[in-house]
């Protein structure tokens, strides 16, 4: 069976990831979104199960004793973390999935997945993000200035990623993001197994 292509998407806070996600879901047949476990508290309108996993600190702490995490990071003063269930479930089943997660993440996610894909969607400039963490309204001054610390570390890490996405209009760059989806799904490397077929059958 074919594996499932892992899907790595990281950008800034605020940088309108989650926006551009839900309109790719809308256009993308089998794509999954890996929920990943976090020991922050919800945002109003987040579902435990769908949005994120919340577990207390002990309990991510334990989970990461048991060795239960694909990788893992410790985010404005939160544990977030990717589950190996998570992964290994859905890949083997051949199912694509999208990750959102931090360049930490990304990095180590590409360690353990060498054949992973990263994409980094970013504002187009730092002074839009902070506009639109503003508007966000869910920053205190103290959350707004820890996101746009951790914003600058993050930056250094954009020319690692595979491909970057300016989301300057969520369609244009949610549109960019199916492009790149349904390239990596065309890659010759993805596809040798059909091709062989192809060729058993000629030689019938
Ligand atoms: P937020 O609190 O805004 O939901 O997410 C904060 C940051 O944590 C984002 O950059 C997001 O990509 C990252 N994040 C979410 N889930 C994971 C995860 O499982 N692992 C890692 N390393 N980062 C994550």
Redesign the pocket.
């Known amino acids: 069976m074919k594996k499932g292509i892992i899907f790595i998407i990281?950008?800034?806070?605020g940088a309108g990831?989650g926006t551009v996600l839900k309109e790719v879901f809308k256009t993308v047949d089998n794509l999954g979104f890996?929920v990943?476990?976090?020991s922050?508290q919800p945002?109003e309108g987040e579902i435990h199960g769908q949005?994120?996993l919340f577990l207390t600190k002990e309990q991510f702490e334990a989970a990461i004793e048991r060795g239960e995490f694909a990788?893992?990071?410790l985010?404005?003063g939160?544990y977030?973390?990717?589950l190996k269930s998570e992964v290994e479930k859905n890949i083997s089943a051949g199912k694509d999935m999208v990750?959102?997660?931090?360049f930490?993440?990304?990095e180590?996610m590409k360690k353990a997945y060498p054949d992973a894909v990263t994409v980094f969607i970013a504002p187009p400039s730092m002074s839009v993000l902070k506009e639109r963490l503003i508007g966000r309204g869910s920053e205190t001054e103290e959350s707004l200035k820890k996101r746009l610390a951790?914003a600058e570390k993050?930056a250094k890490k954009i020319a690692e990623y595979d491909y970057i996405l300016v989301n300057d209009k969520v369609d244009e760059c949610a549109s960019n993001l199916v492009s790149i989806i349904k390239a990596e799904r065309a890659k010759r490397v993805r596809n040798l197994e059909f091709v062989n077929k192809l060729l058993e059958e000629i030689e019938k």
């Open positions: 990281s950008g800034f806070s990831k890996s990943s476990a976090t922050r945002r949005h994120y990788e893992h990071a985010t404005f939160n977030y973390g990717t990750f959102d997660i931090n930490v993440g990304a180590n951790e993050e």
